[in-house]
């Protein structure tokens, strides 16, 4: 007759912080990668008709005058912000950071 095996107590290693072995924590290692960081004023839908009818001279209606600006890097949304006017350039000032929430 065979006998049951009893089984032991599982045993587990402590995972650290999760750095792997010789590698930094430090954002040092990616702070030059260079990001696309595109504002978006507005969005609005057309059909092709009506994108087929633009013109110089076209104005495309996208939103609300004076709402939030989109600030995208790499596509992904970052921040949200007012246009503001810095010298002869136009800027944008940051005024929500959505995935940063202050407590």
């Given at each position: 007759m065979l006998e049951t095996p009893t089984p032991a107590p599982a045993q587990f290693t402590a995972f650290g912080d999760g750095t792997p072995p010789g590698a930094t924590a430090s954002l040092d290692v990616?702070?030059?990668v260079q990001?696309?960081?595109v504002v978006a004023l507005g969005r609005?839908?057309?059909n092709v008709q009506q994108l087929l009818q633009l013109r110089?001279?076209?104005?495309?209606?996208i939103g609300q005058a004076?709402?939030?600006v989109e600030v995208l890097a790499n596509g992904s949304l970052v921040a949200l912000g007012e246009v503001v006017v810095v010298g002869d350039d136009l800027g944008v000032r940051i005024v929500d950071i959505p995935h940063v929430r202050s407590s």
């Open positions: 990616i702070a030059g990001l696309e960081i609005t839908k057309m110089a001279g076209s104005v495309i209606e004076g709402g939030l």
